[in-house]
């Protein structure tokens, strides 16, 4: 299994970034797919996580109304779009992928991480 997550980069305060997670040897369409996110001296927490069919979601409170997670089941793929981006979301974003269903605690299958940098 593999999970190649893109997208992260350098953006002003404000901006706006779509991360990809492109998963391989996975069943996706079966799978709870989520986001994490881990700044620097601290732990990895949850941003947002979606069901098989993408009916059920779940965002952290701090990024409700500001990111949003969706699918595409056909590319087997998952993307956060993140808007209005403040300098407090800068963290190494996470893809991760639980063979279970929504919502879970457990995630078996990690990405290796997209670096998202707000400026002030």
């Known amino acids: 299994v593999q999970l190649q997550a893109s997208g992260g980069g350098l953006v002003q305060a404000g901006g706006s970034l779509r991360l990809s997670c492109a998963t391989s040897g996975l069943t996706f369409t079966t799978s709870t797919m989520g986001w994490f996110r881990q700044a620097p001296g601290k732990e990895r927490d949850v941003v947002a996580d979606?069901?098989?069919?993408?009916?059920?979601?779940y965002y952290a409170d701090s990024v409700k109304g500001q990111f949003t997670i969706s699918r595409d089941n056909a590319k087997n793929t998952v993307y956060l779009q993140m808007n209005s981006l403040k300098p407090e979301d800068t963290a190494v974003y996470y893809c991760?992928?639980?063979?279970?269903?929504?919502?879970?605690?457990?995630?078996?299958?990690w990405g290796q991480g997209t670096q998202v940098t707000v400026s002030s």
């Open positions: 991760a992928a639980a063979p279970r269903p929504w919502r879970t605690i457990r995630y078996d299958y």
């Open positions: 979606i069901s098989w069919s993408g009916s059920s979601t």
